[in-house]
């Protein structure tokens, strides 16, 4: 089973981007969809983004399309979550996920989750 580690993280204005990474270690990293989840404070844990096992198909939620890309690197074994326009309702806790069932990771299915990385947005 993988373990994955999750970095890039910060406090930003609104407006601002960021880069959040995931690498993943100890297993076949090729065999899991990827996803990152998003728990903002008092609230449950979301979807925001996932991409199916080799990149080919990649889902977003209504709230970050056309701001968030998410993309994967099946060598170096990292997803990564490229964050534009960046607002204050996207802060939170962003976890990695790794879901070996379909294409399309979901919270209730993911097997594997990251330690979380913290981020804030100020208006």
């Known amino acids: 089973q993988v373990q994955l580690t999750e970095s890039g993280g910060g406090l930003v204005q609104a407006g601002d981007s960021l880069r959040l990474s995931c690498a993943a270690s100890?297993?076949?990293?090729?065999?899991?969809?990827m996803g990152w989840f998003r728990q903002p404070p008092g609230k449950g844990r979301e979807f925001v983004s996932g991409?199916?096992?080799?990149?080919?198909?990649?889902y977003y939620a209504d709230s970050v399309k056309g701001r968030f890309t998410i993309s994967r690197d099946n060598v170096e074994n990292t997803v990564t979550l490229q964050m534009n326009s960046l607002k204050p309702e996207d802060t939170a806790v962003y976890y990695c996920?790794?879901?070996?069932?379909?294409?399309?990771?979901?919270?209730?299915?993911?097997?594997?989750w990251g330690q979380g990385t913290q981020v804030t947005v100020s208006s």
């Open positions: 996920g790794a879901d070996s069932r379909g294409p399309r990771p979901e919270a209730r299915t993911v097997e594997v």
């Open positions: 100890g297993g076949a990293f090729e065999t899991y969809s």
């Open positions: 991409i199916s096992w080799k990149g080919s198909s990649t």
